[in-house]
């Protein structure tokens, strides 16, 4: 199955944009190859421009808090586990104190860096970083994997703040997911949403067999999967045809 996911609304969009590139940064990193540490860099200059609104430190600590407080309401519960309980919260309570152990805005340390800056002013520029553009990151590429690595472990260690808060509250979100099976009848599926409950996050699992892609829209109030087939040269056209079973998880 394809899990696909879509967010409803601008706070969970964030997320799952950082939570993406911390797991490609995760992969690129212990690679040799300069290229790939090329790409490393770049990924970590696309975290720091998500990671660069000024609110989002304080919402992800209100988020940590919201779910403080819902897991210290399963305090005596007897159908809950008293350890597992703990677990999470001392995982939620870790989270919370680095963040607010780690002053200003993630990755401001890099900053200071002047070359680095340089690289980040030219890596968007197609070409932009050629030898006769940066000659000293041409020359840090050619120095050894393990330099390289150790300087970008450096590097993304200024932005690890981010990382298990956010990992930690989109697992908290996904394990709150109401599954359903549904069908889609024309190549198009919708439902409306209960207005006594705010879901923050579609997922919707599809067999690769049936060869549909599914385009999701959504708010608050309203899902919409409308199911596309490839055509040709890539060209994406309503399969209005297809009468296709699939699984969604909506997530609170």
């Given at each position: 199955m394809i899990l696909y996911e879509y967010p409803l609304n601008e706070r969970t969009r964030t997320y799952l944009r950082l939570e993406h590139l911390l797991q490609r940064l995760g992969v690129l990193v212990p690679r040799e190859h300069p290229l790939d540490h090329h790409h490393a860099l770049q990924t970590l200059f696309e975290i720091l421009e998500v990671g660069a609104r000024a609110d989002l430190k304080s919402e992800i600590l209100k988020d940590l808090d919201r779910q403080k407080q819902q897991f210290e309401t399963y305090r005596g519960n007897p159908a809950i586990s008293e350890v597992a309980l703990s677990r999470v919260l001392d995982q939620i309570?870790?989270?919370?104190?680095?963040?607010r152990e780690d002053e200003g805005r993630p990755g401001h340390a890099l900053s200071n860096v002047e070359w680095l800056q340089s690289v980040r002013n030219r890596i968007?520029?197609?070409?932009?970083?050629?030898?006769?553009?940066?000659?000293?990151?041409?020359?840090?590429?050619?120095?050894s994997p393990?330099?390289?690595?150790?300087?970008?472990?450096?590097?993304?260690q200024t932005v690890a703040c981010l990382a298990e808060p956010v990992h930690l509250l989109l697992q908290l979100l996904r394990q709150s997911a109401?599954?359903?099976?549904?069908?889609?009848?024309?190549?198009?599926?919708?439902?409306?949403?209960?207005?006594?409950?705010t879901f923050q996050l579609l997922r919707v699992w599809i067999d690769p067999s049936?060869?549909?892609?599914?385009?999701?829209?959504?708010?608050?109030?309203?899902?919409?999967?409308?199911?596309?087939?490839?055509?040709?040269?890539?060209?994406?056209?309503?399969?209005?045809?297809?009468?296709?079973?699939?699984?969604?998880?909506?997530?609170?």
């Open positions: 309570d870790r989270c919370h104190a680095a963040l968007g520029i197609p070409g932009g970083t050629c030898a006769f553009d940066l000659p000293a990151y041409h020359d840090w590429q050619h120095r393990a330099e390289r690595q150790a300087d970008l472990a450096r590097w993304a109401v599954a359903q099976k549904v069908m889609a009848t024309q190549g198009q599926f919708q439902q409306n949403l209960p207005q006594s409950r049936l060869r549909l892609i599914p385009e999701i829209s959504g708010n608050r109030l309203l899902v919409s999967v409308r199911l596309l087939r490839r055509q040709g040269e890539g060209r994406l056209e309503h399969a209005a045809d297809a009468e296709a079973e699939f699984e969604i998880h909506l997530c609170a």
